[in-house]
């Protein structure tokens, strides 16, 4: 099944299987906007915070940016990395999980998981990702997280400018693909607040929280 947002209704194409054959479904369902219930002048940043309740004079997740940045060979988009320091490594409602510079309690850390999937892929020739490359190839996927179902969510790192870097998601089998046309924090947002999103937690959880990992599990 793949999803989108359009015209006020969230639409999902895809099909059912059957022992005699596959049967093509249309669904389409009424969906609020991704900045409806958004209050005026909030980021999608502080709607995250406001949906998981996160405490911001809890200890931040100290960055060295330039020297992340180095290391990835590309600037990153700014409100990831204002995510990254206002939660750290750790996971929403204990299942997406968040991949962060420097974390290595979980195998979460961004910088380290991009460098081994690229090697992975050079040197195996997997076409897992197909149809897109990893970083650093040219408008290739750079992971920013998954779930405990094991989705997978990315960069498409494609274009100059990080700030317009859709985000791409794919299911547990490497089968599906779905592009959604923001930034991380908004879609994070969409995934806590809107129960139609494809990878909604909405719908199973009324309030949501988020659980730190490594450092700040001895802070709270």
Do not use: K
């Not at 002048?41 to 931040?60: C, E, F, I, K, M």
């Not at 190839?137 to 998954?146: E, N, S, V």
């Not at 490497?174 to 995934?191: C, I, K, N």
Request: hydrophobic share 35%; net charge negative.
């Amino acid at each position: 099944m793949r999803g989108w947002f359009h015209g006020g209704r969230w639409i999902g194409l895809g099909a059912i299987r059957r022992p005699y054959g596959p049967l093509p479904v249309l669904l389409v369902a009424e969906g609020r906007g991704p900045a409806d219930g958004l209050p005026e002048g909030t980021t999608w940043l502080g709607g995250v915070v406001a949906a998981t309740g996160r405490d911001l004079s809890a200890p931040r997740h100290p960055v060295d940016w330039a020297d992340v940045e180095a290391r990835l060979g590309t600037a990153l988009p700014v409100d990831y990395r204002q995510l990254a320091e206002v939660f750290g490594e750790g996971a929403f409602d204990d299942h997406l999980r968040l991949y962060v510079p420097g974390s290595d309690a979980r195998g979460s850390d961004l910088v380290g998981n991009a460098l081994r999937s690229a090697e992975w892929a050079r040197t195996s020739g997997s076409r897992l990702w197909e149809p897109y490359g990893v970083y650093p190839a040219p408008g290739g996927l750079l992971q920013w997280g998954d779930t405990e179902q094991a989705d997978t969510f990315y960069w498409l790192t494609e274009g100059d400018d990080p700030e317009r870097w859709p985000v791409i998601a794919c299911s547990d089998d490497f089968d599906s693909w779905a592009r959604f046309d923001g930034t991380v924090t908004e879609f994070l947002h969409q995934v806590l607040t809107d129960r139609h999103h494809p990878y909604s937690l909405a719908r199973y959880f009324d309030g949501h929280w988020f659980t730190p990992y490594g450092e700040d599990d001895l802070t709270g």
